[in-house]
């Protein structure tokens, strides 16, 4: 454990970059661009291995590691000169590059025990964000600090992000422990989620948008104004054979560098397959790079995904938002599942209208979003994302489909977000509304970078008039370096220092291990399965279409059993009737749920990167969806045997009225059939092939039920069968009725249809049993379709 240092230990005090950090006279502290050091800054003028502090025999030193641009003390160049308490040195510039004042004690102090971990990972010293301390407050000894969003908390956040009781730092014998009370979006310490661990000077505390760093006896606050960098550093994607880190495979993205400054609106261009939504996967975790690093204010996004990951929108192509809802209806859902659960409804509803304000949809508000304008339902995906207050937020492809007046319109909503304190990044294949964007990125072919810098500067670099002509050239020029020529060329230089982006004398690095993000859920599951089932019963109800179909389904194919079954089950009709029940189940059940998940996709994948649990998404389409469909089947066969005589052996069933046990068997095939519904949903690509998928269900239904053919010893046809929901049912009923007595046949001799309780246990069992299957499957496929780095 780390004993709390002493207030007069040493600091080095970073006034260029902002922060200060803690030294220990047994650590070698590593000065500059690389975020893996101990001191990182972000000035351009410093090299990525610039200068490395240590102590020799009792005294500090600082030596350069052959920087580009000189390390300085008292104004002169130096390779190597002692320094102490006072001493002031500048990195990349003898004037005005940044400045670092070691002050305190001298470094034979009496050394801290270690933790295991690094003693000074110091973020605020490498960040835009971080400056200067927002607050700085004293730390008594002895005395525990409530950091949360209520009122009575000795430190008071406010941020609906934090939870209202949710960390505390205490103080012990042995310095301080942070530990997390229970809050929805976790406590961090130094970018990894903690429940509790011990704090020393240089850790990072991470809690919702703000930072907290010790500094001697004093908590520092360090808040995320939303004003952030971007720096993206030598990314690599590849796929295919040798795929991650190997040398084989497709290459999507070749060694990309660019930097992104603070309040800027970034436009990423170029032909299609040139590696644009790579890209910007890549950006924002959901796929991370093989190669490279992203660096959000100095931070690796990669490292500390699991607390920045709140910090970045991304606005998909497709809109992520229940078209069927009113705006203030989904937003309100969507704030329900993104705050933390003891956030009140009045703080949730002051936010939302907050931000329809802001995206100008007051008028809006209560209009369905299908009903809006497509420039407008692009407002309403970006008001989602405006919730939490994200730094970064990133669109893909914002204007497709647009007219040119509402791509205009999208592209100046953008640049007043950038102005309004946000770093916005957008991939479009407009070309029309370029000039109101900061930077541009022009992807050539093999995701390489064929320009990056003014908007206005790009044509007259590549030599053309006009963009059509720009973008044929790619595809018809493939001879041509397009990234050569761009290195090559002052705008590179000017606007991609090579030396910025390259490690000077650095070893190569370890591959960085990717491990999956296991992240902190806003809401508890139950509160969660609570909205999702509120949410989706509003979407189902508010789809006249569906609520048409839903209704006069059960009654069609009901009466459709009633005129096959007659009067009274006989010779001729009983099996007739009984093979309609199962018909008009399955396809009840699995017309219910092939569009739900796949006509979804979009809108899971972005809540499951925020915290959505895949559980309690499954469970309420299996909730609600069940619940219908359990009410069409026992509509559906009352319809079909209303007034029908059962002729069931002695007038019973086998353990329970004729009545009662055919309602259960049909309501049993209607739940599976829909399971099976959303397996198939689950598992294909597009929506528009779930309608030929449910007829050939229904075939399959049909022919391996066992009404129509015989299946009992017919080797490879009956095991197939087994795998056939209305196999099972139809044995149940014809059980139930003893269709064997009623109809003897080769068919009806088949050992599922006998009058017996162990036989109709086993048929209603092996439907249940087909349901937890399906429902497994669906779970396994649901995760396949999730951002790469939530996958676990």
């Not at 739940?671 to 397996?679: R, V, W």
Request: aromatic share 6%; glycine share 10%.
């Amino acid at each position: 454990m780390a004993k709390r240092p002493d207030a007069t230990a040493p600091e080095l005090l970073v006034e260029g970059d902002g922060g200060t950090v803690m030294m220990d006279p047994h650590r070698t502290y590593h000065v500059g661009r690389d975020p893996a050091g101990e001191v990182v800054l972000t000035d351009a003028r410093v090299s990525w291995h610039h200068a490395v502090l240590r102590t020799t025999d009792g005294h500090w030193m600082v030596e350069d590691e052959h920087s580009t641009n000189g390390t300085y003390t008292d104004g002169r160049r130096v390779d190597h000169c002692d320094v102490g308490p006072g001493s002031v040195i500048r990195f990349g510039n003898p004037t005005d590059g940044p400045c670092a004042v070691l002050r305190g004690a001298p470094p034979h102090e009496e050394p801290r025990h270690g933790t295991g971990r690094p003693s000074a990972v110091s973020y605020p010293a490498g960040t835009h964000t971080f400056r200067r301390p927002s607050s700085v407050r004293p730390l008594p000894a002895a005395r525990t600090t409530r950091i949360g969003r209520a009122p009575g908390n000795d430190l008071v956040v406010d941020d609906l992000a934090v939870s209202r009781r949710h960390a505390e730092l205490r103080a012990g014998p042995d310095g301080y422990e942070i530990v997390d009370l229970g809050s929805h979006n976790g406590t961090y310490l130094n970018g990894q989620p903690v429940d509790r661990a011990m704090v020393i000077p240089g850790d990072i505390i991470g809690i919702g948008h703000s930072a907290f760093a010790l500094a001697g006896e004093e908590l520092q606050e360090f808040i995320d104004t939303g004003e952030v960098s971007l720096d993206v550093q030598d990314l690599a994607v590849r796929v295919g054979k040798g795929g991650r880190r190997g040398t084989g495979g497709k290459t999507l993205l070749d060694h990309v560098s660019f930097p992104v400054g603070e309040k800027s609106l970034l436009a990423v261009v170029g032909p299609s397959g040139a590696g644009k939504s790579t890209l910007l996967n890549a950006l924002t975790g959901l796929r991370p790079a093989d190669d490279g690093s992203v660096l959000y204010d100095g931070r690796d996004l990669y490292r500390d995904y699991a607390e920045l990951r709140q910090r970045i929108g991304l606005v998909p192509q497709d809109d992520i938002l229940h078209s069927q809802l009113t705006v203030r209806r989904a937003l309100g859902y969507a704030a329900r599942l993104r705050f933390p659960e003891d956030t009140a409804k009045a703080e949730r509803l002051a936010r939302v209208d907050e931000v329809i304000h802001e995206l100008g949809l007051d008028q809006r508000a209560d209009q369905p979003i299908h009903s809006l304008s497509g420039g407008q339902r692009k407002r309403v995906s970006v008001a989602l994302e405006l919730l939490t207050k994200p730094s970064l937020l990133f669109l893909d492809e914002p204007t497709s489909g647009l007219d040119p007046g509402m791509d205009r319109s999208v592209m100046h909503m953008l640049r007043g977000l950038a102005d309004d304190g946000r770093t916005v990044i957008v991939v479009t294949h407009s070309v029309l509304s370029l000039d109101v964007c900061d930077r541009l990125l022009v992807l050539a072919p093999g995701g390489k970078i064929a320009y990056y810098g003014p908007p206005d500067e790009a044509l007259a670099f590549f030599g053309f008039a006009q963009w059509p002509e720009a973008f044929e050239a790619f595809e018809a020029d493939t001879a041509r370096d397009w990234a050569g020529q761009y290195r090559a060329s002052p705008l590179y230089r000017r606007y991609i220092s090579a030396d910025s982006r390259q490690p000077r004398h650095a070893p190569e690095a370890a591959p960085l291990e990717r491990r999956p993000v296991t992240a902190h859920k806003a809401q508890s599951w139950g509160s969660q399965l609570r909205t999702l089932v509120r949410r989706y019963a509003a979407v189902l109800s508010a789809d006249r279409t569906f609520l048409i179909i839903m209704v006069a389904l059960p009654f069609v194919m009901g009466a459709l059993a009633h005129a096959l079954a007659g009067s009274s089950f006989t010779r001729e009709s009983a099996l007739n009737g009984l093979l309609i029940l199962c018909v008009g189940a399955v396809l009840t059940g699995a017309a219910n749920a092939v569009r739900e998940l796949v006509k979804e996709r979009t809108i899971y994948q972005r809540e499951r990167a925020v915290g959505l649990s895949r559980s309690a998404y499954l469970m309420s389409k299996v909730l609600v969806l069940g619940a219908v469909t359990v009410v069409q089947a026992v509509v559906l066969t009352l319809v079909g045997l209303f007034g029908v005589r059962l002729n069931a052996p002695g007038g019973k069933g086998v353990l329970m009225p004729p009545l009662v046990e055919i309602i259960l068997a049909v309501a049993l095939l209607a739940f599976t059939a829909m399971m099976l519904g959303l397996f198939v949903s689950a598992l294909v690509r597009k929506e528009e092939v779930t309608m030929p998928l449910l007829v050939l269900l229904a075939i399959v239904q049909v022919v391996l039920c066992g009404a129509l053919l015989k299946l009992h010893g017919v080797p490879g046809l009956e095991q197939l069968a087994w795998l056939v929901p209305s196999r099972w049912a139809l044995g149940a009923m014809g059980g139930t009725v003893d269709l064997h007595r009623l109809l003897p046949t080769p068919v009806t001799a088949d050992p599922l249809f006998q009058h017996r309780p162990g036989i109709w246990l086993l048929n209603m069992g092996m439907l249940i049993v087909l349901s937890l299957v399906l429902g497994f499957l669906v779970t396994k496929l649901l995760r396949r379709r999730e951002p790469e780095i939530m996958r676990k």
